[in-house]
């Protein structure tokens, strides 16, 4: 079935730090991938997506690239900020219908801490 | 647009009792999945209804159950409430149309607590 894998966290920034958390996937056909967001005590922000080999999703100064060839689609931030600490999930949704209808196949989160 | 809504926000109830959660989603969407958020277990997807009919279901037993209303308003049941079944319950609607990347907004979830 599909599958997810996050880089484990937690994970500890000064600001202005480059952000890279990795995202890895398994699935059949070509879904689309995600990167949700959530702060403390809402629920998940769609933060960007890609939907085929290439593409690449850009949110806020977030960006990942669909890189089919090793199954990942990494977040990357040049300089974060304070506000940026939260809990980043990497999310796919298979496109083939039947058992994929609905669903989204998330990463464990990665808890992410910006101390100015 | 309105973003998509649940009612209540916050749920405490008793072991072997019942719960419904309720969900509004975007306007023009059809499809209305639910998850299930511990810390344990992470996000677990539950269900997913398309204009009425359950399409889709998670590895959840069957005390967990859903509908959809016509207007797309859609509902969660949780009968006999065990302690595990505590947990941040998030729904999420989408468009679904074909050709779509089929993304998914969420709305802020229904804190359940079982005692």
């Known amino acids: 079935g599909d599958s997810v894998t996050q880089m484990e966290g937690p994970v500890t920034l000064s600001e202005e730090a480059f952000l890279t958390i990795n995202c890895t996937y398994t699935a059949t056909g070509y879904p689309s991938l995600f990167w949700y967001v959530q702060y403390p005590g809402e629920g998940l922000q769609l933060l960007l997506k890609?939907?085929?080999?290439?593409d690449k999703g850009s949110n806020k100064g977030f960006e990942a690239t669909y890189r089919k060839e090793t199954t990942s689609f990494h977040l990357e931030k040049g300089s974060v900020q304070v506000s940026d600490s939260a809990v980043y999930f990497c999310?796919?949704?298979?496109?083939?219908?039947?058992?994929?209808?609905?669903?989204?196949?998330f990463g464990q989160g990665t808890i992410l801490t910006v101390h100015p | 647009k309105a973003g998509v809504t649940q009612t209540p926000r916050y749920l405490i109830k008793t072991r072997g009792q019942q719960v419904t959660l309720s969900c509004s989603p975007i306007?023009?969407?059809?499809?209305v999945s639910w998850y299930q958020q511990t810390p344990g277990q992470g996000l677990q997807f539950l269900f997913e209804?398309?204009?009425?009919?359950?399409?889709n279901k998670g590895n959840f037993p069957g005390r967990f159950s859903g509908r959809q209303f016509s207007n797309s308003r859609s509902e969660m049941n949780v009968s006999t409430l065990e302690l595990g079944d505590s947990a941040l319950y998030l729904c999420?609607?989408?468009?679904?149309?074909?050709?779509?990347?089929?993304?998914?907004?969420f709305g802020p979830g229904t804190r359940l607590t079982v005692t």
């Open positions: 999420a609607s989408s468009s679904s149309l074909g050709g779509g990347s089929y993304e998914q907004y």
């Open positions: 209804y398309f204009s009425e009919t359950q399409r």
């Open positions: 306007s023009g969407h059809r499809s």
């Open positions: 890609a939907t085929k080999a290439d």
């Open positions: 999310a796919l949704i298979s496109l083939q219908g039947g058992t994929s209808y609905g669903k989204l196949t």
